[in-house]
Every structure is written in C-alpha cells, then in structure tokens.
C-alpha cells in the first residue's frame, strides 16, 4: 500500500493553486482537512454527476433551494446505488463563493456523513463558482484550481485527483476530474481557449474527465472536444439520442432552443479498463413532474464501471 502512495504522490499537477480537501470530524463536530494521499480501496465503479444549480447563495428562500437540491441528488444517488452503493462524484456549478451559502452546504448531515468537500474561495466571493463533493470512500491525493486568464465572468476549473483499483496489488487507475463552468452567452472562442487548458492539465492521468456547464450553445462548442482528442461521453454512449440540459423552464423558453450546454468529456483511458464509462443519463433538475425547478439546467449522471444506472 505505501508503494500506491508513493506512486501517487509523485503525480501533482503543477503550476497551479493547491485546494484544501475537507472532511467533517463528526466528534469535534468541525471540518478539517483531509489528509493527503489516501490509500486506494477496491472499487467495481463509481457515479459522476454534474449539475448547475444556477446561482444558489445567500438568504433564504436560496439556502431553502440548495437544502432541496441536495436532496434531489441523494435520492437519485440512492436509487443507483441501492444494489452496489457506489461512491460518487458530485460536481456542482453556479454555486455561490459566499461563506454563508457554503456553510450552508456544509451543514447538511448527507454531506457531512458521506462526503469530502473541496472548493477554493478567491478573495472576493464569486456568484457562479464551483464546487466538488466527492465520496468518502475514494482515495484523493490532491486538489488545484486553475482561474482562467481574461475571463470577464471569472470562471474556473477546479481539479481533484483520484486513485481507484479493483483489486489490491494492482497499479491504480489515476483519475483526474475537473469540475468547470465555461463562458456564457456568445464567447465561442473564449470557451475554446478554456476548454483547451483545462484539457492541458489533465495530461499523465490515467482517466481525465471534464464535466460541467460548457455552456455548448453553438456549433462550434460540440466539434471542439474531438479537436483536442476529447471523447463525449454522452455521443460515444447515446450515440443521436436528444440529451438537452437546457432550455426547459423560465424566461428563455419559446426565445432559444433547447441545448446539450452539459456535458462529461473524457480522456482515452489509458490503464484499467474498468473504469471506463458505460452509461449516461439526464436527470431533471425537480423531484417529480408539477414540482417547482430547481434550477433551469437539468443534470447528467454518469456510470463508470459495470452496474446498471435505474
């Protein structure tokens, strides 16, 4: 096992600002920081989603929000996982940087019971900012942010490397997932740009994910990933399946068309096969038809490993 965290250690992206990874001390009641370089457990698989939540911070009718999108994401991560319980990855956008709004998230028992969280407040509080959650269970060696140059709505890509195997012994499959939000509206090259450097920093990962609001509004947004030997998961998996995140709900509806503005990209899997993605759905961003959304972005979950999603 200390030869699995040697290996790791000596795999840290560089260049870039270091992100504390916390954990909940259910003792002292606090979070503290999680120590670097867990060591591996077998795993058959794991659960990535990614969602915008659109906006969630301070006050209360959006803390009342954050507490039912919580929720949505537990229930869903317990109807997939009620055979295998897999750990997940949970990776959210437009969440607020405000303290108020994280401590919220910080506060509720499921996150507390069941996850790390890892986020890099900057020095002024950001409203669509990112955070990841990632599941107790998985092995984390490190965390980074990388703050894009010139973006006029400061947007970011938070990174969190992880180690998995199937069975002790083995080399591990080094993960590498950045959680990210690119430029709104009609920025196409900036996104571009974005989208390319956060590919850059995936490089030496076994399995690199990108997933997040890619805000994929035009055409051009969906023939760069290919460009930069980037799979979507959702195209390799779905094939011309309509997989629409957007464009559902709210004031835009009847003024733009429903869009793919979500997505998981992958890597070419370099190491253990096992990991590899084998489904992948979209999830609708409220309980149940009638409900109230959420958020105006639906969210995709995605299976990595040999279970079935429900």
Known sequence: MASIITYISSWIASANQTTPVEEYDRHGKVWRPHPPDTPAVPLDGFVLITWNIDGVGAGKASEERLADCLRLLKDSLDDIGRDARLPAVICLQGMSSEVTALEKLKADEWVQRD????????PTPLRYDVVTLVSNRLAISSAFVYDFPRSGMERRALFVNLAMITDTGRRPTRVRVANTHLESLNAVEQRRVQLASTARLLAGADLGIICGD????NARDHEY???????DVWTMLRGGDVGNTWGHQGDFVGVFDPARLDKVLITRVRADESFKPTQVDVREGRAAEGDSWLSDHHFLVT???SHDLV
Do not use: E, Q, Y
Request: charged share 10%; glycine share 4%; aromatic share 10%.
């Open 115 to 122: 996850f790390l969280v890892i986020t890099h407040r900057p």
């Open 214 to 217: 890619l805000n994929a509004n």
């Open 225 to 231: 990933p290919a460009s930069l030997d980037l799979l």
């Open 303 to 305: 299976l990595f490993g």
